[in-house]
């Protein structure tokens, strides 16, 4: 039953502790709480859908997978992506007194997510991404339209600075035996 439809048989209940109120009182909620966990995944899909638009906008036009060294330079490269919003946040806290504390918020969003963001692709468990350097993930990655909702068709794995050094070592080695 839409939540619509139960809000307007809540209205039309004469008793606020009658069992028929408690019981739509219980439906609104329990569909509320359905759209609340609908909207978290949404957000987590959005959120992962901007950190794999960068990387697509970065590869765009390229038709090989990337080398495990290649790979480490990108991700380099995407942690440092908000170096330039917090430079300019300090210039603009260090011109007055007063403007000290201007933007503090988005400086500790910002410092906050790159520092777990570091921190899991130096010496944790790495950062979540489709691996660039198989073949088959690559093109398709690069076949992906972009949206949010299609991210589900892609397999993401964590990636890590030593996951990709150590298969950066076995390819020089390859190359070495061949």
Request: include cysteine; aromatic fraction near 6%; charge should be positive.
């Amino acid at each position: 039953m839409p939540k619509q439809t139960v809000i307007k048989e809540l209205a039309k209940c004469k008793h606020p502790q009658s069992r028929k109120t408690l019981a739509l009182a219980r439906k609104i909620k329990k569909i509320s709480n359905r759209e609340k966990i609908k909207l978290g995944h949404a957000a987590k899909a959005n959120i992962i859908g901007k950190k794999l638009a960068w990387f697509a906008e970065k590869l765009e036009g390229r038709e090989q997978p990337l080398q495990p060294s290649e790979y480490e330079q990108l991700i380099d490269l995407y942690l440092q992506r908000f170096d330039e919003e917090l430079e300019q946040i300090k210039i603009v806290q260090s011109i007055g007194k007063h403007r000290a504390t201007q933007h503090a918020a988005r400086e500790s969003v910002i410092k906050t997510t790159l520092g777990s963001e570091v921190q899991n692709f130096n010496s944790g468990g790495g950062l979540e991404l489709p691996d660039l350097c198989d073949p088959v993930q690559f093109k398709l990655f690069q076949d992906w339209d972009g949206n949010a909702a299609s991210i589900q068709h892609l397999t993401l794995k964590f990636i890590s600075r030593k996951s990709l050094q150590a298969s950066n070592a076995m390819a020089k080695e390859d190359k070495m035996t061949e």
